[in-house]
């Protein structure tokens, strides 16, 4: 895992980033964030910048997710709790309000930011944030991916390249999890991948399995020869 800014940050020249729909204006330091990102390393090369203002934009990702980001780029730590949970104040207000309850929908808003996530992770073509969503993902409980609302799976068909990490995962659990009417919503890209699934295990119904932390790598990005992270 690449877990360090680069040596040879100096930290002096920065980069404007307008980041969603409303363009909200991030500054960050150039050598550290190229050095985590080919994305940002190509935006910031030579080439590129001589028909640029010193402004990057990224339309298709959003502030809060951009921020875990910036975050992720000092610190080598993806901390989805420095996002602000939008359904707090309205947790505390409800009569019906129980613990299990509150942990239910925690979860559910994690694994949607974690989601958001990896699709930015992909944009952004940095593969060491995508296989750290994937081992916080897989990390959030004994059945992680229920906690992935049929909004997010089909967010993710609709927003990641075919037989990524997080496509494999997701549809390695809900082949064998699903029902006939949860699925009926799912895209007809999802769907497609779920059924090759499905067939996979009624022609070898032994790789039936729910994925769990320990099969994390079996959905990660590596290079050649790079170490795995699990047997
Ligand atoms: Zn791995």
Redesign the pocket.
């Given at each position: 895992m690449q877990k360090e800014v680069s040596p040879q940050s100096e930290y002096v020249e920065t980069l404007n980033v307008l980041v969603g729909p409303e363009e909200q204006l991030f500054t960050v330091h150039k050598d550290a964030i190229c050095h985590k990102s080919p994305f940002f390393a190509a935006a910031c090369s030579t080439q590129w910048a001589e028909h640029q203002d010193g402004t990057v934009r990224l339309q298709f990702v959003e502030p809060n997710t951009f921020k875990l980001y910036i975050h992720w780029v000092y610190t080598a730590q993806l901390d989805i709790s420095i996002i602000e949970l939008p359904f707090y104040e309205k947790l505390e207000t409800q009569p019906q309000k129980h613990p299990a309850w509150e942990a239910t929908c925690l979860r559910i808003h994690k694994a949607s930011l974690l989601c958001k996530t990896y699709v930015a992770a992909d944009v952004l073509l940095d593969r060491h944030l995508k296989?750290e969503v994937i081992d916080q993902l897989l990390g959030l409980s004994t059945y992680p991916l229920d906690a992935v609302s049929e909004d997010y799976v089909n967010y993710i068909w609709s927003n990641t390249h075919v037989n990524s990490g997080i496509r494999r995962c997701i549809a390695d659990y809900l082949a064998p999890t699903t029902s006939a009417r949860d699925a009926k919503v799912l895209s007809r890209e999802a769907l497609v991948d779920l059924v090759a699934r499905l067939i996979e295990l009624r022609d070898y119904p032994d790789l039936a399995y729910l994925p769990g932390f320990s099969d994390?790598?079996k959905y990660?990005e590596?290079v050649e020869g790079e170490k795995?992270?699990?047997p």
């Open positions: 296989n994390r790598c990660h590596h795995r992270c699990t």
